[in-house]
Every structure is written in C-alpha cells, then in structure tokens.
C-alpha cells in the first residue's frame, strides 16, 4: 500500500488527486510530457518545451481517474472515471483492449513482468506516476489525434509478453522465467508446447497461426522463444512446469 | 479552498477585471443603434462581443450588413465600395460621432472612432444572405472570400486575382452565435473561462506581436467543444484543460467550419512554421504550470496572485522554472 511519503509527495504535486477514507485515490490528473530520443521529460520546462518542439512530442491533458490498491497486489490499478479514452475508441471504432483498457476498465500500463520487476522490491508512487501513468496517459492523448502509438506498443496476450522479452536490452534468469510462465498461462497447454517445443525461425509461419511469415506477423518474438526454448533445455524450468 | 470556492472566486476575477465595463458596453450599443441607423436596422453583431466573449476592453466590434441590393454574382470589392460611400456620407454627417477614420478594407469597411479613451473601430463586413438555413434555422450568409484567410493566405489570394477573381464564401456567424449563447445558458462557467483564456492569449498578441500566431477564435472553439463534452465543467476545469489542449491543437486541424463541413476554423496550424509553433508552446508551458498550482491555492490572495501572474505575460520572460524530472525507456502499453 502506499507510504505517508507517497501521500505528501502527491498532495504536492498533484494536489487534484485526493486518497478517500477507503484508501482509493480519485481526481483530476492533468500532466506536461515532452517525449524526446526515447526520453520522457515529466513537467518540462518552457525552455525545454521550445527547444524540442521540432523533432519532439510535447502534450499536456487532463483525465479523472480512480487508481485503488487491491490486496496482496505489487502495484495499484487505475481506472478513468470519464470515459475519455472509452470515446476516443469508439471514435476510431475499435475495441476498449485496442486502447490498452482492461474488461473491468483498468489501464494496461505496461506487461506485467515489466511492473512486477519494476515494483516487486518497493513501491513508489512518483515512479509509478513518472514512469508507467503519465506516459500511458500522453500515449492515449497521443493516439487520440493520430490514432497511433508514439512508442509503439505490445500485442496482446503472450504474444505482447514475448515481444516484451525480445526488446529488453538488459535482462535475467528471472525475467525469461517470468515470461515463459505469464505467456503460458495466457496461451493455455497446446499454443504454449507449439510455442516453445518447436524452432521458431522468421521466415517460417509464424506460431499465431496466421499463415504470414513470423517477420512478417510478430517479428519481436523469436528472440524471447529461443530464449525460453533455451532455459529448457539447460533444465532451469520444463513445459511440464509451465502449463 | 474548496473547489466551490475556488470557482466563484475565478469567476468574480473575470466579472471584475476581464468583462467589458458598463460604460463600454453603453458605449458601443450607441454606436451599434447609430450604425443601425445608417445601415436601415439591416446589420447585425458578429465576434466576440455578440458570442459575450469579448475581453476588456473592446477594441472592435465586428457587424454584418446583409446586403439586399447585392448577388453572389457581383464582385465584392464593388459591394464593399458601394458599403463604403454609404457610410463616409453617412458619419461625415453624424450628429453622435467622432470619425478618427473610415477605410476601406478588402472584405470590410473600418469605421475609427475618436470619441473613444479607448481605441475603437466597428468593422462592417457585407453579405448575402442565402435560403439555405443552419441547424438553428437562421440563415447562411455568403462573405467576401478573403475574410476567411489568413495574413499569407491572403498575400497569395491577391497575387492570384487576376486568373481567378475573389468572390464569396459561405459563411455562418448566426449559427456561432447561437452555439455559444446556448451553451452560455447551460453552463455560464464557458463565458468566464472563455474570457480568462482570451485575455491571456491576447496578452501573449500583446507581448509578441505577429510573431504569436495562435488565434482568438480557435482557441474560443476549443472551450466550447470542452464544455459540450463536460457538461457542468467548473471554470478551474476548464481553463486548465483548455490551456493544455494547446499542446494538441498545433498537430492537426480539428474544428469544422459550420458552414462548410469540407473547411477548418484552425486550417491555419498546417502553415505555422516551427518558430511560431516553439512560441505557442512556450508561453502555453509556462502559463500551463501556473494554472496548475490553481487548484492547491490556500487563500483568496494566492488564488488572485496565481491568475494576474497568469495573465502577465511579458516579452523575454525570465520565469524560472524548476528542471524537468526526466524518466528514460518508454513503457509500451500491453494488454492480454
């Protein structure tokens, strides 16, 4: 749950959001971002904004949103009370899961073991806010005019979790483990044994079962597979294990 | 503060420093009734000042005169003459007025009042009124082209008049009118906020001159649409979020001329150059950190402290504010 520290650090700088006696936090978030050279400068200054208008993003938007801290959960969900985001995919005609929002409404921030990692060891609500929510809210304000992700985005179910593995340029044991089991669980037994039993090579169809080449259809998954398919045979989990 | 509070106190900030004084709006409704005079009741009020989002003070009031004599077919640089004779006569005889100037504009005729403490000039802008009728059931009117363009726009219309000559454009300031005095009536919170983020823009005009391109109507649009899609907005709200909005209004036109569904008010931002767009952002950023300290403001002198900073803007300002918090490797958002 979050700390007196968090609490302080929030009425500070985000005085429109207030904790209710229930322990849910709820207001009004407006944020300043400049996206620069795969860099986010949370609250830029005027100087900052200028200097990098041209070959950077540079947006500010309000949502109301609820964030509320389940038990036993590493980190908070948030949820937007306005519906903004929900108009913005309606707009577009696309489904609420294409605009990163859960069944239940809740922000798909970033791939679970990215904020499992991230917030396993302690929370921060400042790193929570500069690193995951603002920046999934400036990708939404974002998407609303171009109706495109600024940074990109991960596909959905393991196939998301397999890209997040692939484009990670530091990782550990722990994180191939983390991923062969998130995507597991999320693919079920028989996508999992033909995910991770068979080669899976680019310019072979791809596992998802479109008929493209996998280059062609989800290009960043191989790595991860190979990586997984790697830890297996050294004998550090089995298939068995994951499903 | 709580937000109630909050609000009514942004609000009489707005009544009592930012809305036109009573003598002013006397004022003009005596030249409005003598142009009225002149013009056979055959003109009304357009702009600001008939939307009841003019700031303080007004510097111009703009009027349409529907021109019954007048065809689409004919050139509107001989209607906007024949305009202007009628009214060099009409005030060289005025009893009521003191004329400083009365020129012919391309599109409209600039009458120049030197009776004013003020500076104050009437823009009459001639029309056609046409059968088709708005959503409000009022009519269409047609305008001389140019008024519809900007500064460059119009340098390159008129270098192109010989092949093509100006003629008139479809045009809806009724239907304007009628938006912004019903949403008005829903939620007075529009006009005030309204008032507040003009003057500011204005102070910007102010501070840079032509160099600050951001345009007074655009930005009026974006607190309309804010207001249509939160209805109940408070004025906080809203100028928070509509100064913010700036940041997404430079990217793609977004608002629809009511007249022409094929046009857009905010066209203009595909033409801004970097430098002028550097400039919008950073007399927005800076104005933008401002207003965010609004909502945590403890007492009514730090509530009004924030708003006239707000509203202070000054050529080479020396703000200073405190470095970004910089966060490396964007998150791509996922979902199972």
Request: neutral net charge.
């Amino acid at each position: 749950m979050w700390s007196n520290t968090d609490l302080d650090w929030l009425h500070i700088n985000y005085p429109d959001l207030e904790r209710r006696e229930d322990g849910v936090i709820e207001g009004r978030l407006s944020f300043q971002m400049l996206h620069i050279n795969g860099r986010h400068l949370i609250k830029p200054s005027s100087t900052e904004v200028a200097a990098h208008v041209v070959n950077g993003i540079y947006l500010c938007d309000t949502y109301q949103i609820k964030i509320t801290w389940y038990e036993g959960a590493h980190y908070p969900q948030v949820i937007e009370c306005s519906s903004k985001i929900l108009k913005v995919a309606k707009r577009f005609g696309i489904k609420p899961i294409d605009v990163h929002l859960y069944p239940n409404g809740t922000f798909c921030l970033a791939s679970w073991q990215d904020l499992i990692k991230r917030f396993e060891n302690s929370f921060s609500l400042e790193i929570f806010f500069y690193e995951y929510l603002i920046p999934f809210l400036f990708s939404q304000t974002y998407f609303s005019i171009h109706k495109k992700w600024p940074w990109g985005e991960l596909n959905h179910g393991c196939w998301g979790l397999l890209e997040w593995l692939s484009r990670q340029k530091k990782f550990d044991q722990k994180d191939i483990r983390r991923t062969a089991f998130w995507a597991a669980q999320n693919a079920g037994p028989e996508l999992t044994r033909k995910l991770f039993l068979t080669r899976c090579r680019d310019h072979k169809p791809c596992p998802c079962g479109s008929r493209r080449k996998t280059r062609e259809c989800h290009p960043d998954i191989t790595t991860a597979i190979s990586l997984i398919r790697g830890a297996i045979s050294r004998g550090a989990f089995s298939i068995d294990n994951l499903i | 503060m709580n937000k109630q509070v909050l609000n009514e106190t942004i609000n009489k900030y707005v009544r009592e420093n930012l809305s036109p004084k009573t003598e002013q709006r006397e004022y003009i409704s005596k030249k409005y009734v003598e142009l009225q005079g002149f013009l056979s009741d055959n003109c009304f009020q357009t702009g600001s000042y008939a939307r009841f989002t003019a700031t303080d003070p007004v510097h111009d009031l703009d009027t349409i005169h529907p021109s019954k004599e007048s065809t689409i077919l004919d050139n509107p640089q001989i209607v906007v003459d024949s305009l202007y004779a009628l009214l060099e006569d009409a005030y060289s005889k005025s009893p009521i007025s003191k004329i400083k100037k009365i020129s012919r504009q391309t599109h409209s005729v600039t009458i120049e009042f030197a009776d004013c403490p003020e500076s104050f000039s009437i823009d009459v802008v001639p029309a056609i009124e046409l059968s088709e009728l708005n959503e409000y059931g009022d009519p269409f009117y047609v305008v001389p082209e140019i008024l519809r363009l900007n500064t460059y726009r119009r340098h390159i219309r008129y270098e192109n008049e010989k092949e093509n000559p100006i003629g008139w454009i479809k045009s809806d300031p009724r239907g304007y009118i009628k938006a912004a005095s019903d949403m008005n009536d829903q939620n007075p919170n529009f006009r005030y906020s309204a008032k507040l983020g003009k003057k500011w823009r204005h102070e910007c005009k102010m501070a840079y001159g032509d160099a600050y391109s951001f345009k007074s109507f655009h930005f009026e649009l974006m607190f309309y649409r804010y207001f249509d899609e939160n209805q109940g907005a408070t004025t906080l709200d809203a100028i928070i979020d509509c100064i913010g909005q700036i940041s997404q209004a430079l990217h793609i036109p977004q608002f629809q001329d009511r007249a022409d569904s094929n046009q857009y008010v905010d066209e203009y931002v595909r033409n801004l150059i970097s430098t002028e767009k550097q400039l919008i952002l950073k007399l927005q950023a800076e104005a933008y950190s401002i207003l965010q300290k609004l909502p945590s403001a403890e007492s009514v002198e730090e509530l009004l402290s924030l708003l006239d900073n707000f509203i202070k803007v000054e050529k080479q300002n020396t703000r200073i504010t405190p470095p970004a918090i910089v966060v490396n490797s964007p998150r791509q958002p996922w979902g199972y």
